[in-house]
């Protein structure tokens, strides 16, 4: 069976299968077996990441100081096949990975599973750079390149290329999810919650009466105002300017905008540690108390019971996987376009994103969270502490936002300013580098034929996320981001002796800096 025919079956059976359960059979990968269970799907994310951490001699700390050396271009030769040079292949994945997840993910980590959460996101974060490691020297191993010479990696080469044919129907498996993925994820997702920071700022100036933001009831369940129309339009606008240049208008732009996004958010973040210093020891205590024992709801049973731990723990791995994506298989279709001849050097500069993205960034934002006290608006806090809180519930970025208009307001009373212009980078950095892993996805499937067709999609899908309702988008997400995992995972672990083969080989030789 052809790849084209295969996905198209695929493809049927899921929109049969959403048709007749909805979103709520495939939120089920997230607990499945149970509720009272550990979840597969933490079982394979961490065993996997511990398996790789310990069959490879824990490479992300044996390798860290040598994939600082290559990120920084010691090694760079022009010369060699590929399209980005390997700091760019890092921030092309990077503005995929920091992004929505280290602003609005965090802060709803927080919101259902409290501070303990930020702690199973930094095992996550640990262990998954060893994945990323993995996955990513596999992907530069098995890549393979178009008519135009440019590359074309990522698990559904490495699994049909690496494994044989006869596991092409696990490629196929990944590569449909993948598009999935990105049109919610890496998409839809990313563009509501820009859309929603915007339509908030808005509001705060005229009003929520007013004709741009006054929101028309279409039907029972949905509302929209002209301003999240307006809002998906110039998303979509811009977003399309970069897509349709392909991956090096994308690597260009994401080795920009990775960096200087970075730069503000963590300034902004470490000045409101600064001031709140005497608060941060007893913020790690949270952090650590909450996750083994995190009070049960008031009135309910006692605290620390294995259902309230599973809570915690697993929204702490749900977010922190959407946040780096490690074990995802969605980093190593940028980081194959590396120009390197080596895999082991680009999956040594892979290794770094979790460390950056959640063990950094992530940190910074939990802990904003907290020594602020805007933790308490949460559903955790009022629900499992204080019931008799009075103040909003607040999700996602909106959370965020208060946590740092909050924590800045012995500078200036616009903190929150920070977090619109943080989420407006970040989600337009992660819609422009998720666009290239659907593109790579949708080749692999149909052909480069199809690349034009997905990319106006993609670009519709930005404009509908924009104006669509953040429950149902999540939800979809978390199930695409959870089915296209275990592929990923399979291959890394049948992969695992041609892996350790290739690391000893690569760190036998002698490395000499390029001049």
């Not at 973040?269 to 005497?278: D, E, Q, R, S, T």
């Not at 731990?309 to 376009?337: C, D, F």
């Not at 199930?479 to 760190?507: C, E, Q, R």
Request: proline share 3%.
């Amino acid at each position: 069976m052809s790849k084209k025919t295969g996905a198209l079956i695929f493809f049927s059976i899921i929109i049969l299968f959403l048709y007749a359960f909805g979103v709520e059979f495939f939120e089920g990968i997230w607990s499945f077996p149970s509720r009272r269970m550990v979840p597969f799907m933490v079982i394979g994310l961490l065993g996997t990441g511990i398996f790789t951490t310990f069959y490879l001699g824990f490479p992300q700390i044996r390798y860290l100081k040598h994939g600082l050396k290559v990120t920084r271009g010691v090694y760079d030769n022009p010369n060699e096949a590929g399209d980005l040079n390997h700091f760019q292949a890092l921030t092309t994945a990077l503005s995929a990975t920091v992004g929505i997840g280290n602003i609005a993910g965090v802060a709803t980590a927080l919101y259902y599973g409290g501070p303990g959460a930020l702690f199973w996101m930094w095992v996550t974060a640990f262990f998954g750079s060893a994945l990323k490691y993995a996955e990513c020297t596999l992907a530069v191993e098995y890549r393979d390149f178009d008519n135009q010479g440019m590359t074309a990696g990522g698990p559904m080469y490495t699994i049909e290329r690496g494994l044989g044919i006869k596991w092409r129907w696990l490629a196929i498996i990944f590569a449909c999810f993948a598009v999935i993925c990105s049109f919610a994820t890496g998409n839809a997702i990313q563009s509501f919650t820009l859309s929603d920071q915007l339509y908030s700022e808005v509001t705060q100036v005229v009003g929520s009466e007013h004709w741009l933001t006054v929101k028309h009831q279409l039907t029972d369940w949905y509302a929209v105002s002209i301003q999240q129309v307006i809002n998906g339009i110039l998303i979509a606008g811009i977003a399309g300017l970069v897509i349709i240049g392909g991956i090096k208008r994308i690597g260009n732009v994401t080795s920009f905008l990775a960096p200087f996004m970075a730069a503000i958010y963590f300034i902004a973040a470490v000045l409101i540690l600064l001031a709140n210093i005497v608060d941060v020891p007893a913020a790690f205590g949270k952090i650590f108390s909450m996750a083994f024992n995190p009070p049960a709801a008031v009135g309910g049973v006692a605290g620390g019971t294995l259902l309230v731990i599973m809570n915690t723990m697993l929204w702490g791995v749900k977010r922190g996987l959407y946040s780096n994506e490690a074990g995802q298989g969605s980093a190593p279709i940028a980081h194959s376009t590396a120009k390197t001849e080596y895999p082991v050097r680009e999956g040594v500069v892979a290794l770094l994103e979790p460390f950056i993205d959640t063990i950094i960034i992530c940190t910074l934002t939990g802990l904003t969270i907290i020594v602020t006290g805007t933790w308490h608006h949460t559903e955790f806090y009022t629900t499992r502490i204080d019931p008799t809180f009075a103040g909003d519930l607040l999700n996602g970025s909106l959370l965020t936002s208060l946590a740092f208009k909050t924590g800045l307001s012995w500078i200036f009373p616009y903190g929150d300013k920070i977090i619109t212009l943080g989420v407006l980078l970040f989600a337009i950095s992660t819609v422009i580098s998720w666009s290239f892993y659907g593109d790579r996805a949708t080749e692999y499937l149909f052909g480069e034929e199809s690349i034009p067709t997905y990319r106006m999609f993609y670009i519709l899908f930005v404009f509908i996320g924009a104006i669509a309702s953040l429950e149902a988008i999540w939800s979809f997400g978390d199930a695409a981001l959870g089915f296209m995992t275990f592929p990923n995972l399979i291959s890394i672990i049948l992969l695992s002796g041609v892996l350790k083969k290739m690391t000893n080989d690569y760190f036998s030789m002698e490395h000499k800096a390029y001049k």
